[in-house]
Antibody
């Protein structure tokens, strides 16, 4: 059974940093690209970032480019999102999402999400 | 980037009725790379349809997707109580991948 478990969310001040983690199980982690998708309170879904299966390729939404960094650790079956220079508009539930392949860019499994609140 | 516009915003129907949800793209979606997700309150999205018309694993056949180019449709042939939720379309043919704003299917 595929499981994705996010952690690391919380309350952070504007301009601050936070690192999200997503532990994956139930599939061969190193064979699939992974993404982060966020959802602001009461709003729709916004793709944030993707990393290829091997970790050699990444891409970001313009809204986070230069501020967020996606990475993965094959030995720990873990996906990360390092977030810096956080803004109020980054407030959202952040979902870890398994790619349906390697860079297909649609998502066949999602975690339950971790809430990030950026506020003073 | 491709903008997806979903209509209607809210669909009020009774169990057993047919639901037809629309997703229109601002430009053609290459290779019909269009997916549909269901999201219930407090839960993560769940993949229903990919490639515009292929059902994901375990999705009942009352869910069907159709369309190409700029116009896509998700049809739920007979609504079950568990189908009342928000539905999102997503295009993944062009970068960045984008989502529609969602259609809420509510009990009438």
């Amino acid at each position: 059974e595929v499981q994705l478990l996010e952690s690391g969310g919380g309350l952070v001040q504007p301009g601050g940093s936070l690192r999200l983690s997503c532990v994956a199980s139930g599939f061969t982690f190193s064979s699939y690209a992974m993404s982060w998708v966020r959802q602001a309170p009461g709003k729709g879904l916004e793709w944030v970032s993707i990393i290829s299966a091997a970790g050699s390729n990444t891409d970001y939404a313009d809204s986070v480019k230069g501020r967020f960094t996606i990475s993965r650790d094959k030995s720990k079956n873990t996906l990360y999102l390092q977030m810096s220079s956080l803004r109020a508009e980054d407030t959202a539930v952040y979902y870890c999402a398994k790619d349906a392949g390697n860079w297909k860019r649609y998502f066949d499994y999602w975690g339950q999400g971790t809430l990030v609140i950026v506020s003073s | 980037e491709i903008v997806l516009t979903q209509s209607p915003g809210t669909l009020s129907l009774s169990p057993g009725e047919r639901a037809t949800l629309s997703c229109r793209a601002s430009q053609s979606v290459s290779s019909s790379y269009l997916a549909w997700y269901q999201q219930k309150p407090g839960q993560a999205p769940w993949l229903l349809i990919y490639g515009a018309s292929s059902r994901a694993t375990g999705i009942p056949d009352r869910f069907s997707g159709s369309g190409s180019g700029t116009d896509f449709t998700l049809t739920i042939s007979r609504l079950e109580p568990e189908d009342f939720a928000v539905y999102y379309c997503q295009q993944y043919g062009s970068s960045p991948t984008t989502f529609g704003q969602g259609t809420k299917v509510e009990i009438k």
